[in-house]
């Protein structure tokens, strides 16, 4: 809407162009034309004059995207009746594992787990009706898996949520929760504090609190790509030829190793050089409000696998074992 002014006199010459010119000096400002149409337009404005419109036009833009009246995503958090889910006050265990040796290691040593999280599909639905367990989609994937372990949103309705969906507050959390999420996996990146405050505000406005996880042990994901550069590198003609699964590594310039492993699309991931390891806050983060505890194996040997658990059931008692019968 243009403002009247009493600067126009009546002209023989079309002021179309120029005021088009004018109007068309926007590019040191936040704003684009979809599309500028202008009259022809016989009569003699003067240029500043033109100048003040667009500025006044842009000016008005400016207060109205100030004034936008947003509306929360949530208008309120899950109150106690809405859970189909009731929060259980007790330490849970769960193990996720990427190869049948990994496998054989934790039902070997008869580990107590709430769940197995299982990475390999095949692996997965060779013991899916025999072990509790869920299967952990890769974080890039088309597959839609209902009772699964999500890093999408493809895939939520009564699943857990992985840590790696990236969840950081209550408002995320809660938003899950309504979609049918089962449990939720709290974000790699969140500090203690962090978590403090996702735990409190939850606390504090649902008076109850949803079952968080926390990953306590693994290799964290550094970086994910379609772009497989171990079958380029090797001049391999077809996809998949199984080289991620060989164990290959990045090398920084000051020596440090990064693991790399590809899923079940020739996705390729880069871990971290070194895995996480929050064995020794598990009390602490277990007194804050988190029930769930993620023990996520990646690239570990059978050995390796067995090492740490017997470690971590040593130094801490919180795994216990099963009888044979119980498996």
Same mark, same amino acid.
């Given at each position: ?14 002021? #179309? ?14 704003? @684009? ?8 337009? !016989? ?22 995207? @100030? ?25 849970? %265990?769960? $193990? ?5 040796? @990994? ?40 597959? #839609? ?19 790696? !969906? ?13 979609? +049918? ?6 974000? $790699?990146?969140?500090?203690? +504090? ?22 306590? %042990?693994? %290799? ?11 079958? #380029?590198?090797?001049?391999?003609? #077809?996809?998949?030829? +199984?080289?991620?699964?060989?164990? %290959? ?5 000051? +020596?440090?190793?990064y693991p790399v492993l590809g899923d079940e699309n020739c996705n390729i991931t880069i871990l971290y050089y070194k895995p ?15 029930n769930s505890f993620l023990i996520n194996f990646t690239i570990e040997s059978k050995d390796e696998v067995m090492n740490i ?9 919180y795994l216990g074992h099963y009888n044979s019968k119980d498996l």
């Amino acid at each position: 809407k243009v403002k009247k002014t009493n600067h126009v006199e009546s002209s023989s010459n079309n002021m #179309k162009d120029r005021i088009k010119e004018q109007l068309q000096k926007i590019n040191d400002t936040i704003f @684009q034309y979809e599309a500028l149409e202008v009259s022809d337009i !016989f009569a003699y404005i003067k240029v500043k004059e033109i100048n003040q419109m667009r500025r006044d036009a842009l000016d008005e833009l400016l207060k109205l995207r @100030q004034d936008i009246k947003r509306r929360p995503i949530i208008n309120d958090l899950i109150k106690l009746n809405d859970f189909n889910i009731a929060y259980e006050n007790t330490k849970k %265990y769960c $193990i996720a594992v990427n190869s049948n040796e @990994q496998l054989e290691a934790v039902l070997e040593l008869g580990i107590v787990y709430d769940w197995l999280y299982i990475k390999d599909f095949k692996l997965y639905s060779k013991y899916k009706d025999s072990l509790k367990c869920r299967f952990y989609l890769p974080r890039v994937t088309k597959r #839609k898996e209902y009772n699964s372990v999500s890093s999408s949103l493809n895939n939520v309705e009564n699943s857990f949520i992985s840590p790696y !969906f990236n969840v950081v507050n209550s408002y995320t959390a809660n938003a899950l929760m309504r979609l +049918g999420a089962k449990k939720i996996g709290l974000s $790699i990146e969140l500090s203690y +504090g962090d978590i403090c405050d996702i735990v409190n505000s939850y606390k504090e406005n649902a008076m109850i609190l949803p079952p968080f996880e926390m990953m306590i %042990y693994g %290799y964290y994901d550094a970086m994910i790509m379609k772009h497989c550069f171990i079958n #380029k590198a090797l001049n391999k003609e #077809k996809m998949p030829c +199984g080289e991620c699964k060989k164990g %290959y590594k990045l090398t920084d310039r000051i +020596g440090k190793e990064y693991p790399v492993l590809g899923d079940e699309n020739c996705n390729i991931t880069i871990l971290y050089y070194k895995p996480v390891n929050l064995f020794s806050k598990v009390d602490e983060l277990y007194d804050l409000g988190i029930n769930s505890f993620l023990i996520n194996f990646t690239i570990e040997s059978k050995d390796e696998v067995m090492n740490i658990l017997e470690n971590f059931d040593a130094d801490s008692r919180y795994l216990g074992h099963y009888n044979s019968k119980d498996l």
